[in-house]
């Protein structure tokens, strides 16, 4: 059974930086495209970032420079690093798996989210 496990989220001030990860397990993570999404309440659920299997990076303009994806295929885990982040940015953060290695591929499996808060 596939699992995406979210971490790193939480409270910080704005101006300052988050590291999320996501452990896959049950998925041969390498193979396979992945995302980061974010929801804020009220809102649809929307792309920052996503990853090739090939190491291709994505970019919505949600987040525009201040974020970066990045992956370890040798740990199964999935990273989102964002800077300078604003009031904005306070959303649940949703990792995601692929069908295939683009970033094109439709979404495969979701993981349960992690809250970040930017406070002003």
């Known amino acids: 059974q596939v699992q995406l496990v979210e971490s790193g989220g939480g409270l910080v001030q704005a101006g300052g930086s988050l590291r999320l990860s996501c452990a896959a397990s049950?998925?041969?993570?390498?193979?396979?495209?992945a995302s980061w999404y974010r929801q804020a309440p009220g809102k649809e659920r929307d792309l920052v970032a996503c990853?090739?299997?090939?190491?291709?990076?994505v970019y919505a303009s949600s987040m525009p420079g201040r974020s970066t994806i990045s992956r370890d295929n040798a740990k199964n885990t999935l990273y989102l690093q964002m800077n300078s982040l604003k009031p904005e940015d306070t959303a649940m953060y949703y990792c995601?798996?692929?069908?295939?290695?683009?970033?094109?591929?439709?979404?495969?499996?979701w993981g349960q989210g992690t809250q970040v808060t930017v406070a002003s």
């Open positions: 995601t798996a692929r069908t295939g290695g683009s970033c094109n591929s439709p979404i495969i499996h």
């Open positions: 049950g998925w041969i993570f390498s193979f396979n495209g």
């Open positions: 990853i090739s299997s090939g190491g291709t990076t």
